[in-house]
């Protein structure tokens, strides 16, 4: 069972910047690929970013391309989610996911077995 931890939401003003920080449990960490979603508030989880194990892959929504930038230490067990350029329509619960043995890093949620609490992002000036 892989437990996993994000840190790093509150609240900013649009234009500004957040990092978020997610960290797990599993000595293995190199072998999952680690997705980041969220949701909005009352609309559905959406996918924001993937990156593989190795972090030589990342794959990302259209919406936040250019904005956000997912990397791993994986010496530390840990995926961040730098999100630049925030607007109102980022605010949203964001959850980082572990997906176990792919090949490369997927989009879709049915894909990760293991997720986070949470953490909320609330952009507003």
């Known amino acids: 069972q892989v437990q996993l931890v994000e840190s790093g939401g509150g609240l900013v003003q649009p234009g500004g910047s957040l990092r978020l920080s997610c960290v797990a449990s599993?000595?293995?960490?190199?072998?999952?690929?680690m997705g980041w979603f969220r949701q909005p508030p009352g609309k559905e989880r959406e996918f924001v970013g993937a990156?593989?194990?190795?972090?030589?892959?990342?794959i990302y929504a259209d919406s936040v391309k250019g904005r956000f930038t997912i990397s791993r230490d994986n010496g530390k067990n840990t995926v961040y989610l730098q999100m630049n350029s925030l607007n109102t329509e980022d605010t949203a619960v964001y959850y980082c996911?572990?997906?176990?043995?792919?090949?490369?890093?997927?989009?879709?949620?049915?894909?990760?077995?293991?997720w986070g609490q949470g953490t909320q992002v609330t952009v507003s000036s």
């Open positions: 996911a572990a997906d176990y043995g792919a090949a490369n890093p997927r989009a879709t949620a049915g894909e990760y077995a293991y």
């Open positions: 599993e000595r293995t960490f190199s072998l999952y690929n």
């Open positions: 990156v593989n194990g190795r972090d030589t892959k990342t």
